[in-house]
């Protein structure tokens, strides 16, 4: 399974952005999900994760009530829905899956995730 995220870009502050990720080489319906994000001299952190069915998600403290993870029931998309932006947002972005998985639950830690995507730039003015 390859992933390709998009859906980056320069944003002010309280505005939003929709990040995309496509599979392709195969399909995501087995697989559980995540985004996380890296900012500049910083480690990669978990922001979202999806479980296989899309039943349970789990998000960072730090996007609660402002992000929202999800996916396509065709297991070929997930997306990241970001309200309220700030600019400690900023970051690259990449999605994650993990999988197959025969049951469902969501993955904070990145060492679960065995595929990733290429990541795609988040910036956000203040």
């Known amino acids: 399974v390859q992933l390709q995220a998009s859906g980056g870009g320069l944003v002010q502050a309280g505005g939003s952005l929709r990040l995309s990720c496509a599979a392709s080489?195969?399909?995501?319906?087995?697989?559980?999900g995540g985004w996380f994000r890296q900012a500049p001299g910083k480690e990669r952190e978990f922001v979202a994760g999806?479980?296989?069915?899309?039943?349970?998600?789990g998000y960072a403290d730090s996007v609660k009530g402002r992000f929202t993870i999800s996916r396509d029931n065709a297991g070929q998309m997930m997306f990241l829905q970001m309200n309220n932006l700030k600019p400690e947002d900023t970051a690259v972005y990449y999605c994650?899956?993990?999988?197959?998985?025969?049951?469902?639950?969501?993955?904070?830690?990145?060492?679960?995730?065995?595929?990733w995507g290429q990541g795609t730039l988040v910036t956000v003015s203040s």
């Open positions: 994650a899956a993990k999988g197959p998985v025969g049951g469902g639950g969501y993955f904070q830690m990145r060492s679960a995730y065995d595929y």
């Open positions: 080489g195969g399909t995501l319906s087995a697989y559980a």
């Open positions: 999806i479980s296989r069915g899309g039943g349970s998600t």
